[in-house]
């Protein structure tokens, strides 16, 4: 057997490999290049208040705090909200909405329906922001640390798997950083 | 798991939702280079909730937004570099349906060329081992010519043991 | 009932094909001659049994049995006949249902037509489909039975989605799966080839009419896809570089290839162990791309909904097949003696040059297509490959092919001169120069680079086939009676390359001359493009059995002299309640004028897009003429002697040696 004639072998033997690891990854998921960079500037009115505005200062109130996409539209967002609820009971960490594409009656009818766990929701009728923060697929969750750094995203709704596994050490780390 | 299963469903019909009906805009601008630039930019980029188009064929909010952004842009003046960055900025390289020239897309960029070099190299190697001694005239040759002859015609099953 | 005695037939036939594919391969390396004519009858019972099973899907659809899951899934009591009976492949369950029964239909067929091969050979050629078959009919089986039911059954079904409610599904998956399956005859000549350590002449001309035919159904099924991408989608692309396109014309291309390469194989006994490997390579592509359409690895606009289980089922069947293959080769092909010499500067010289373009062209594809994925299993980021690097990489590749093609079949076996070649080219040369200058100029009154180039390369293909049967006939008593007395498959060869011709004008005018707008246009509105005069004259309800549609309609006139009039639908399936827009189109040889209608804009206006398209059909044209050329080379004498078993095959053989 002559080692030129093993070649395609070898090759599709590699590919088949690749292959066997494509199957557990999932080609619609696409990282946001704004991870460790400062969280896109911002100023919106809030979703009660339209003269109130809600702007990026706020997630530099917090040592570390949540920033949810999220419309009524959105039907994982529904599936998501019951641990969003359950988040915001605990007090842990502070979240903060952004509505996304949404019409305000509807979105105050959603949040006085199903309760709201928002400290403060931003209203992006037009999808500007979210377009600034790289939202693709809604529920979006980042997580922000107190200088304003965007640290990581979750894409689709927020788990109770997600947040054990990666998000509550995240935090924690960051608590950490900060003293 | 569930979810990723809605998840998977929604995208579905997010992704039928966009293929099947054609959502047509109706920009206007102030000159055709800036409308040959939009054409080109929106069949460029890829739209990242659709299953595989580009911002121009694609019919999901995100990508009628994009073009909104996109033709906003290109009305202010904005570069194409510009533009590109600003997409980059937001949703990485993936948007980009011409992969950026960077250390780990080298191979994909000069793969074909060197796959083109190996085989020309072994083309002519192989053609030059080849041409030897090339005796003209004689097409296949005598012994070549009843073999294949005797292989078409039907035989009898036991000659045919050779190797 | 049915259903179930579908279901059982499928087991039966799956049964059969495991016999089929492993008697005749012990009965053949044993040298026991009822083991090995077990074979055909075997391949016979097998294919019927399938078209039983098939026939029974088709029956669950025809009489709206919405107790079987994948019918309920796929249709709906209003959906017409005709696509009740096309949805049976319209998912994933039954297309691959379809597949299996073809691939059945071509071991039938090899079965039937290979009365003056050697009894082992056609032992061993349909063992190796039989077990191929085996993997297949047990996907269908274990995976995606399409036989399910469902309980209780529903009242009715969901219906076919809306884009598959069209003549291009009817179409469009039985030609490309014929044309995937129908290289799995090459491919088991090739193993059983190197299993029997008989690769020779005899071999490649054995193999050859099963490719082109295998060859010819893949460029139609493309050519079908490409086609129904244009008028369908509404945005007026026919090729998108979309992984699951790419699929489809991996194997072509690598096709391509081994046609050629095995004309040498045949003709000069040499290339062989590159010919299998190329055989090899074909089939594996057309597994590859079964992998990639149903496993959900890579986003495609035409995907299956994929599940893991069928992913991981599917890669294991490629694995087994190709690496099995792969390894037969490695281990049998270095005892392959390959003679005949050629000087630099002869028609073994192109022919490989063709293969290397060919298979270089392919691996770039392949590499495009899967290198997001290599990139991402190695966590160095997510990037897209699109159409900007396939059109970046692929085209430099084909400019130097359609020269080549140009001069290699006027090219002599062995040795040629260059002094020959060039007096009988001389004037297509100029010709091309010329012409492929001045016809885009004279046509669309301003050009680019890329123009010139693909006018120039078509122009000079087609001149040299002129010249190349003007120097074949001319030494007959009339030029007529010289060009008459050329074998079938000299045509087949000129009409197939004149279809690339016609492909790459095709492709050249109406990428780079097409015209687009897109406007609001109210009753009354009136746009020229391209020399027409578009003018809207409104819409009106309108409705199909199962759909609500608004109808467009645009008339179109020429300098004051009507051209046609266009009509344009947005409708609305009631069941899924799926919107979709179907284009109008007034199609022509030279130009397409395609409108589609997008959104009312309010005050009667409408969102329309216009398309002027110059020469895009020539696209699809061309493809015609390489797969009819397909079917001239593929019923040339010499085959058809071969599968009559007639006499004179001495003569046949020698006009074989004499013909190049």
């Given at each position: 057997m002559k080692a030129r004639y093993l070649i395609p072998l070898v090759v599709f033997l590699l590919m088949i490999g690749l292959f066997g690891v494509g199957l557990k990854l999932d080609p619609s998921k696409v990282p946001s290049p704004l991870i460790d960079k400062p969280a896109p500037q911002f100023s919106l009115p809030d979703l009660h208040d339209r003269e109130k505005l809600v702007d990026t200062a706020v997630l530099r109130e917090h040592k570390v705090s949540l920033f949810n996409v999220w419309a009524s539209w959105c039907v994982a967002c529904r599936q998501e909200h019951p641990f969003l609820m359950e988040l915001a009971r605990s007090g842990d960490v502070p979240i903060y909405g952004l509505n996304y594409k949404d019409k305000r009656p509807d979105a105050i009818n959603w949040l006085n329906r199903l309760g709201d766990p928002y400290t403060a929701s931003a209203f992006d009728e037009e999808g500007r922001v979210g377009i600034d923060w790289g939202v693709y697929g809604v529920p979006e969750t980042f997580v922000v640390d107190s200088k304003g750094v965007i640290r990581y995203k979750q894409i689709g709704p927020l788990t109770e798997q997600a947040w054990q596994e990666t998000i509550l050490p995240l935090i924690n780390q960051i608590r950490a950083e900060e003293g | 798991m569930k979810h990723l299963t809605v998840l998977a469903a929604l995208c579905l019909l997010v992704f039928w939702g966009s293929v099947s009906v054609a959502r047509i805009d109706t920009f206007v601008f102030d000159n055709p280079q800036d409308e040959q630039r939009f054409k080109k930019l929106s069949a460029e980029l890829r739209c990242l909730v659709c299953q595989n188009q580009n911002l121009a064929d694609s019919n999901a909010e995100l990508a009628i937004d994009l073009r909104r952004e996109l033709y906003s842009m290109i009305k202010a003046g904005k570069s194409d570099g510009e533009i590109l960055d600003f997409m980059v900025a937001r949703y990485g390289d993936f948007v980009l349906y011409r992969p950026p020239v960077k250390p780990t897309t080298y191979m994909l960029w000069v793969g074909p060329f060197i796959l083109f070099v190996i085989g020309a190299v072994a083309l002519v190697m192989f053609v030059r081992r080849r041409s030897d001694d090339v005796l003209p005239g004689d097409e296949l040759s005598t012994e070549e010519q009843s073999r294949l002859q005797g292989l078409l015609e039907k035989q009898p099953a036991g000659k045919r043991k050779q190797r | 009932m049915l259903p179930e005695i579908g279901n059982f037939i499928l087991i039966l036939a799956m049964t059969i094909a495991l016999a089929q594919g492993i008697i005749p391969l012990v009965g053949a390396a044993r040298g026991i001659p009822g083991w090995v004519a077990f074979a055909r009858p075997a391949a016979w019972v097998q294919f019927l049994l399938l078209v039983m099973s098939f026939g029974i899907l088709t029956h669950a659809f025809v009489v709206n049995d919405f107790s079987v899951a994948y019918v309920a899934n796929n249709s709906n009591s209003a959906l017409p006949l005709m696509y009740r009976i096309s949805a049976v492949w319209g998912g994933h369950e039954g297309s691959l249902l379809l597949w299996v029964m073809l691939m059945g239909g071509w071991s039938a067929a090899v079965g039937l037509f290979s009365k003056r091969l050697p009894p082992e050979m056609v032992a061993r050629v349909l063992a190796v489909m039989g077990l191929v078959g085996v993997g297949f009919t047990s996907f269908v089986v274990f995976t995606s039975n399409p036989f399910d039911r469902y309980f209780p059954a529903p009242m009715d079904g969901r219906d076919l989605n809306p884009l598959l409610q069209d003549f291009g599904l009817i179409v469009h998956p039985p030609m490309l799966y014929m044309g995937y399956v129908g290289f799995s005859v090459a491919f088991a000549f090739a193993i059983a080839?190197?299993?029997?350590?008989?690769?020779?002449?005899?071999?490649?001309?054995?193999?050859?009419?099963?490719?082109?035919?295998?060859?010819?159904?893949?460029?139609?099924?493309?050519?079908?896809?490409?086609?129904?991408?244009?008028?369908?989608?509404?945005?007026?692309?026919?090729?998108?570089?979309?992984?699951?396109?790419?699929?489809?014309?991996?194997?072509?291309?690598?096709?391509?290839?081994?046609?050629?390469?095995?004309?040498?194989?045949?003709?000069?006994?040499?290339?062989?162990?590159?010919?299998?490997?190329?055989?090899?390579?074909?089939?594996?592509?057309?597994?590859?791309?079964?992998?990639?359409?149903?496993?959900?690895?890579?986003?495609?606009?035409?995907?299956?909904?994929?599940?893991?289980?069928?992913?991981?089922?599917?890669?294991?069947?490629?694995?087994?097949?190709?690496?099995?293959?792969?390894?037969?080769?490695?281990?049998?092909?270095?005892?392959?003696?390959?003679?005949?010499?050629?000087?630099?500067?002869?028609?073994?010289?192109?022919?490989?040059?063709?293969?290397?373009?060919?298979?270089?062209?392919?691996?770039?594809?392949?590499?495009?297509?899967?290198?997001?994925?290599?990139?991402?299993?190695?966590?160095?980021?997510?990037?897209?490959?699109?159409?900007?690097?396939?059109?970046?990489?692929?085209?430099?590749?084909?400019?130097?092919?359609?020269?080549?093609?140009?001069?290699?079949?006027?090219?002599?076996?062995?040795?040629?001169?260059?002094?020959?070649?060039?007096?009988?080219?001389?004037?297509?040369?100029l010709a091309?120069?010329?012409?492929?200058?001045?016809?885009?100029?004279?046509?669309?009154?301003?050009?680019?680079?890329?123009?010139?180039?693909?006018?120039?390369?078509?122009?000079?293909?087609?001149?040299?086939?002129?010249?190349?049967?003007?120097?074949?006939?001319?030494?007959?008593?009339?030029?007529?009676?010289?060009?008459?007395?050329?074998?079938?498959?000299?045509?087949?060869?000129?009409?197939?390359?004149?279809?690339?011709?016609?492909?790459?004008?095709?492709?050249?005018?109406?990428?780079?001359?097409?015209?687009?707008?897109?406007?609001?246009?109210?009753?009354?509105?009136?746009?020229?493009?391209?020399?027409?005069?578009?003018?809207?004259?409104?819409?009106?309800?309108?409705?199909?059995?199962?759909?609500?549609?608004?109808?467009?309609?645009?008339?179109?006139?020429?300098?004051?002299?009507?051209?046609?009039?266009?009509?344009?639908?947005?409708?609305?399936?009631?069941?899924?309640?799926?919107?979709?827009?179907?284009?109008?189109?007034?199609?022509?040889?030279?130009?397409?004028?395609?409108?589609?209608?997008?959104?009312?804009?309010?005050?009667?206006?409408?969102?329309?897009?216009?398309?002027?398209?110059?020469?895009?059909?020539?696209?699809?044209?061309?493809?015609?003429?390489?797969?009819?050329?397909?079917?001239?080379?593929?019923?040339?004498?010499?085959?058809?002697?071969?599968?009559?078993?007639?006499?004179?095959?001495?003569?046949?053989?020698?006009?074989?040696?004499?013909?190049?």
């Open positions: - | - | 080839a190197l299993l029997g350590g008989r690769l020779d002449a005899a071999w490649a001309r054995w193999s050859r009419p099963w490719t082109i035919v295998a060859w010819l159904f893949l460029t139609l099924g493309i050519a079908l896809g490409s086609w129904w991408a244009y008028y369908e989608l509404g945005w007026g692309g026919w090729w998108f570089w979309d992984p699951v396109e790419n699929a489809s014309f991996l194997p072509w291309l690598v096709g391509t290839a081994l046609m050629h390469s095995l004309a040498v194989s045949e003709k000069r006994s040499t290339f062989k162990s590159w010919t299998v490997l190329l055989a090899i390579f074909a089939f594996s592509l057309c597994l590859l791309g079964t992998f990639l359409v149903r496993s959900g690895v890579l986003t495609s606009v035409h995907a299956f909904a994929s599940d893991p289980t069928r992913g991981v089922y599917v890669l294991m069947l490629l694995g087994i097949v190709v690496g099995v293959s792969l390894f037969i080769y490695a281990w049998r092909a270095p005892q392959v003696k390959s003679a005949g010499n050629f000087a630099l500067l002869s028609r073994e010289t192109f022919l490989l040059g063709n293969n290397v373009l060919l298979v270089v062209a392919t691996a770039t594809i392949l590499i495009g297509t899967i290198y997001p994925l290599i990139l991402d299993a190695l966590e160095l980021g997510k990037i897209s490959v699109g159409p900007p690097y396939f059109n970046a990489v692929f085209v430099p590749l084909m400019i130097p092919l359609v020269i080549a093609l140009g001069i290699g079949p006027l090219s002599r076996w062995k040795q040629d001169s260059f002094e020959r070649l060039a007096k009988m080219l001389r004037f297509a040369l091309s120069l010329v012409l492929g200058v001045l016809w885009p100029w004279l046509l669309f009154g301003q050009l680019d680079f890329m123009v010139v180039v693909g006018a120039t390369i078509s122009i000079w293909l087609v001149c040299s086939i002129l010249v190349d049967l003007y120097y074949r006939s001319r030494h007959k008593s009339s030029l007529w009676k010289g060009m008459t007395s050329q074998p079938l498959s000299f045509y087949g060869m000129s009409l197939a390359h004149m279809g690339v011709a016609i492909t790459v004008i095709g492709i050249t005018f109406s990428s780079y001359y097409s015209l687009e707008k897109d406007l609001r246009m109210a009753p009354g509105d009136e746009l020229e493009l391209g020399g027409y005069l578009f003018r809207f004259d409104g819409v009106r309800d309108n409705h199909g059995p199962n759909y609500t549609a608004t109808e467009g309609v645009v008339t179109v006139s020429k300098n004051g002299e009507h051209v046609a009039t266009l009509h344009t639908q947005k409708r609305n399936y009631t069941v899924q309640q799926m919107p979709m827009t179907e284009a109008g189109i007034d199609p022509g040889l030279f130009r397409d004028l395609y409108i589609a209608m997008g959104e009312p804009l309010g005050d009667g206006g409408w969102a329309m897009r216009i398309y002027y398209k110059p020469f895009v059909r020539w696209i699809w044209l061309g493809s015609l003429f390489m797969a009819f050329g397909g079917i001239l080379a593929a019923s040339d004498r010499r085959y058809r002697l071969m599968a009559k078993r007639k006499a004179g095959l001495k003569a046949d053989a020698k006009l074989a040696v004499q013909e190049s």
